[in-house]
């Protein structure tokens, strides 16, 4: 008798334990991550177009519908969303640097940042136009075809033949102001931009030449 008792109070004690072993693991269960709240276009217009005491409005470079006018800046309207909020989300890291983007950046929460980019993804781009006649076929050349001999791909091959990009992976290039681009991809090329892998390893065989002729005919995409 003693003996079944003894038992029995083994097994009592072992379903206690794992019921106690069960609760602590149900309490170290990480809570489930919440979900971005969905992004809100006409928030991301008062945000975009709004004028930070001791600052600047996003608008006052890239324009009220994200269409700049200076060339040195780039055109936001219709890009992809996810690429502008990853590029927002870098310049506040440090992972992309910009003496002007930096702090601007780093003064939005996520949540803004992804009602930007949603705003300015739904505007309609207006078109760019190359200019360079000289150069144009070159540029084409490159961007529709890349070179061969040199192993450089086409630019088309990411970003679409019209330069509409693939989204969430490839930026929008089509209609982009040529200066932006020439900067963009010289800074690609001097390892001054760095959160691109693929695009550093492309401008790195470029020479001004043959970037300033891609970024002109880029230009002129639609």
Not at 69 to 83: S, V
Not at 104 to 115: P, Q, V
Not at 120 to 143: C, M, N, Q, R, W
Request: aromatic share 6%; with cysteine; charged share 20%.
């Amino acid at each position: 008798m003693k003996l079944f008792a003894n038992i029995l109070l083994a097994a009592l004690m072992g379903v206690a334990a794992s019921a106690s072993f069960a609760a602590d693991e149900h309490a170290a269960a990480p809570a489930a991550a919440a979900k971005p709240a969905k992004p809100d276009p006409a928030k991301g217009d008062t945000v975009f177009n709004a004028t930070p005491a001791n600052s600047q409005s996003c608008a006052s470079c890239h324009n009220a519908d994200g269409n700049s006018a200076i060339a040195a800046n780039p055109k936001l309207a219709q890009q992809h969303p996810e690429y502008i909020l990853k590029q927002l989300q870098d310049f506040k890291a440090g992972a992309r640097k910009s003496a002007i983007m930096k702090p601007l950046a780093s003064a939005l929460s996520d949540e803004d940042m992804r009602n930007i980019a949603w705003f300015v993804g739904s505007k309609k781009v207006k078109p760019g136009f190359s200019k360079e006649k000289d150069t144009v076929a070159l540029g084409e050349k490159i961007y529709r075809g890349g070179i061969g001999d040199r192993q450089i791909p086409a630019c088309a091959g990411c970003h679409s033949p019209n330069g509409a990009g693939i989204p969430a992976q490839y930026p929008r290039l089509g209609g982009q102001n040529a200066e932006y681009v020439v900067a963009q991809l010289t800074a690609f090329r001097e390892n001054v931009r760095l959160n691109s892998i693929p695009m550093t390893g492309v401008a790195a065989k470029l020479n001004d030449r043959e970037i300033k002729a891609v970024a002109d005919y880029i230009a002129g995409l639609r």
